[in-house]
């Protein structure tokens, strides 16, 4: 065998190699054979679904379960505390709150980042204007909503089942809308 086909075989067994990986990556050949369902981490919580249930201290030392607001609209706001354009968001909610709170509307925001304390999150709430209970993300609230943009906003209904989720600024006019279709 000379030089010239030992160099066209080389050639050939790493072309042919790159495709079956390539293959492999992208097409499937069967279910797997642990038969395990994703992870939870991985399936976003979208409309229609039913919510997540977590419990979390908010900044005031209070529990905030959502099991326990069922008959109650709750929202759900992913926030962080160094994040300056949730602050907008905070605001609105602030109205929302005082505006709806006689209407069986709840909200909660949950600081679900690396770097956010009590004291970071009492001034962030000081600074910004903001009157709407916040709590650390303590029962990997964002793990169970896929949380993963700031900003993100989950309407929940009486009974539990998310009918509005927003991945950006959410406007009082939007808030107002989403709440006036469903009370």
Do not use: H
Not at 47 to 71: E, H, I, Y
Not at 120 to 143: R, S
Not at 166 to 173: G, L
Request: aromatic share 8%; net charge neutral; glycine share 8%.
């Amino acid at each position: 065998m000379n030089n010239t086909n030992v160099i066209k075989i080389i050639i050939a067994v790493i072309v042919l190699g790159g495709i079956g990986l390539i293959a492999t990556k992208y097409i499937s050949f069967g279910t797997p054979t642990n038969n395990t369902a994703p992870t939870p981490q991985a399936i976003a919580v979208k409309v229609g679904d039913t919510a997540p249930d977590f419990s979390l201290t908010t900044l005031d030392k209070t529990t905030f379960r959502l099991s326990d607001n069922k008959g109650k609209t709750v929202i759900l706001f992913g926030m962080a505390g160094w994040c300056s354009t949730c602050i907008p968001e905070g605001r609105n909610l602030t109205k929302i709150k005082q505006e709806y709170a006689n209407k069986g509307v709840e909200i909660i925001g949950v600081a679900f980042t690396k770097g956010d304390n009590d004291d970071f999150l009492k001034e962030y709430k000081k600074v910004g204007g903001i009157d709407i209970p916040i709590a650390l993300d303590t029962d990997n609230v964002a793990q169970k909503y896929n949380l993963t943009r700031l900003e993100t906003t989950y309407l929940i209904n009486k009974d539990g089942t998310v009918i509005y989720k927003d991945e950006t600024i959410t406007s009082y006019e939007d808030y107002k809308r989403e709440l006036d279709k469903i009370i």
